[in-house]
């Protein structure tokens, strides 16, 4: 999604009358403008469709988060209406990729890089490090860090 269609979606959301979906999308405007201000640049400007997407992920990370907490404290109506939200963002975002789609992309490009954890210069540390960068790289937005580094420790273990 592009910053320009992020400012039309705020107006079908206000046309439909869809509150939670404004609410989440006047938010990430926000932080859109803010994103914008932290680096330098001026508020009306607009964001590449890779920072908006760092700033929709990070919102949605966010709800997580906040959902975990909640749940943990009991407070289940703040945990419905932040579901909510998420699944608002969620629909922003580009498909996630499986556990196991995940596990295929490490060992190709494990194989491709010639990292491999049987060896000894490609075992430890630094090969393992060196594999999560460029996976990071490669599958941002599409697939959850923490699940992608799961990965890469049971093929480093």
């Not at 320009?4 to 404004?22: F, G, H, I, P, S």
């Not at 608002?88 to 196991?100: D, H, I, K, T």
């Not at 460029?134 to 273990?157: C, Q, Y």
Request: hydrophobic content about 40%; aromatic content about 2%.
């Amino acid at each position: 999604m592009t910053h320009q269609e992020l400012k039309e979606a705020v107006k079908t959301a206000m046309k439909e009358r869809a509150q939670v979906k404004l609410t989440v999308l006047r938010g990430l405007m926000s932080s859109a403008t803010n994103e914008l201000v932290a680096k330098g640049r001026k508020p009306d400007e607009m964001l590449s469709e890779e920072e908006l997407l760092s700033v929709t992920t990070r919102a949605a990370k966010q709800r997580k988060d906040s959902i975990e907490q909640f749940s943990k404290g009991g407070r289940d109506d703040l945990v419905a209406s932040e579901k909510e939200e998420l699944a608002v963002l969620e629909s922003l975002l580009p498909p996630q990729m499986s556990v196991e789609e995940i596990e295929a992309a490490v060992k190709a490009k494990a194989a491709e890089m010639g990292v491999d954890p049987s060896t000894p210069l490609g075992a430890g540390k630094s090969g393992a490090n060196k594999l999560m960068g460029v996976l990071m790289k490669e599958l941002k937005g599409r697939a959850d860090g923490t699940l992608v580094k799961a990965a890469v420790d049971r093929i480093f273990s």
